[in-house]
C-alpha cells in the first residue's frame, strides 16, 4: 500500500486542487448559506461510492468537494448572521496545514519543543492583553470553549479541595456548588456534569432586563447555599453571552467572589477578543481580576475550528490538578521551567492548535486583529440601526454586534422561527431564533470579516420582505 502516493501522482494532485480550493475561498457566495437538510439523500451520497469501485485520488476527492459544496451550512458566506463561526482566515487555513503536514506530537516538551513554545508564548500574550500581569500567566490551547470551561471546574475544584484528584468527589465533606448566570452557555452545565457536581448543583441565577446577572439574586443564593451546608466553590461571569451578548458586571462579580473565595471564571470565548481593541476593551474592563479566562480563536479571531484558550493567573494550579506520573514519557529535559503539556492539560496526545493563531499574528499583527474587532463593531452598530429604521425593536442590549430584534406591532410566538425558516430557505442569508426573557426572537450576528454593509442592507430588505 502506497499511502504517500507517487511524487509525480502527489504533485498532479496539488495542482489540480488548490485552483479549485482558491476558487471557492474567492468566491464565497457562489454557493447557497445553506442547503435544504434532507437527511436521506446526504446518507445515499455518503454511502454512494463503495470498495469495488476503487475510485482515483481526484474521483474521491471529487466526491468529498461535492459534499462539502452542497452539505454543508456555508459559514464562510458573508450573509452568514449566525452564531460565532466565522469565515477562516487564510493565516490561519495554511497554519492547519501544516500542522496536519508536520505533524508535531504535542504531549511531551522535547518531542515538539518549537510548538510548545509558541503555544506558551501565545498564551502569555494573551494573557497580557486580557490584564494580567507578565510573570503570573499560564494556561493552554484547547479544543474550544467546552474544554477551557470545564478545565476551569477541575482547576475551581482543585483549589478549593487540593487533594479531590486523589481522593474523589465522594470524599469532600461538603457539596460543591456552581454559579453562573441563565445566559451562560450549556458548556458550563455539561462541565458540571462530567466532573460529578451534578447538574443539581448549577445555581443558574436569574438575569436584569438587560439579560445580565442579577447580583442580589447571587448573593441570596450562595448564602443560602451556605446556610444548607453546601461549599460554594466557583462563579461563571459572561464576557459575552452566546445568545444576547450579555456581559456581566464582572467588577462586581469579582468583589462578590472574593468575599465568597469563590474561583471566579470569565467566560469570554467570543466577547473576549474585546480585549484587543484599545476602544472597545472598555466593556470588558474588570476580566484580569478573574481567577481564569476562556477565550476561542476560532470565534472573533476567524481561524479555523478548534482553537480555544484557558488561560490563568494561578501558575501552579494546572500542574496540580492534571499531573500525573507516566514513566513511559520521554523526559530528555530535566529543565525547571519546561512544562510537558500532558501533565498541565485534559488532552494527552495534542494538536499544535496554536499555530494558527501565530501565524494569524504574524501575518496580520496586533493591529490587523483590532482593526478586525472594530470594524465589526461598527458594522454591528451599522445592523442594529438600519433594523430600528424599519421599525425593528431590538430586545438585547448588548454592545456586541448581535441583534435580538421582533416586530413593533404584535406577533404570534410562532412568528421568529417562521421569519427565519423563510430567510434560511431563501438561501441568501442564515440567522436564528433566541429567546430573550424567555420569548423567542429573531437573532442576526455580524460574525464574518467578509460581511459589508450591502450584505446588512440585503438582510433587513430581506425580512421586509418577509414582513
Ligand atoms: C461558543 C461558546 C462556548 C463553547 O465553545 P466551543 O468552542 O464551542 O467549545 C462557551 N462559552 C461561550 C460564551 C461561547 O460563546
Redesign the pocket.
Known sequence: MQMDLSPQLRNEIWEWLIPQLEQHYANPKNVAVAPPLHQSEIRDFVRLPTETENLSPKEALNHVLTGLNNYLVHTSHPAYFGL?NPRASFAGILADVLTALYNPQMAAWSHAPFAAEVEQFMIEQIGQKMGYAVNSIDGNFT?????A?LTAVLCALTHHFPKIGYTGIRQLDKQPVLYCSEES?H?VMRAAMVTGIGLDFVRKISTTETSEISLSALEEQINADIANGLHPCLLVA?M???GTGAIDPIEELADIAQKYQLWLHA?G??GGALALSETHKKYIKGIERADSI?F?A??WLSVPMGA?MFITKHTSILSATFRIFADYMPKETMAEEIIDPFAHSIQWSRRFIGLKVYLSWLFYGWKGWEELIDEQMRKGDFLKEKLMEKGWVLKNHSPLPIACFMPAEKVEDTYPHETVQKVIRDGKAWISVYSVQKKPTIRACVTNYLTEETDIQDLVNTLETVR
Open positions: 460565532f479544543s474550544g470553549g467546552q474544554e470551561n452557555h458548556s459572561c459575552g453571552a452566546t467566560d470565548a467570543y476562556t476561542d476560532h470565534k480555544g
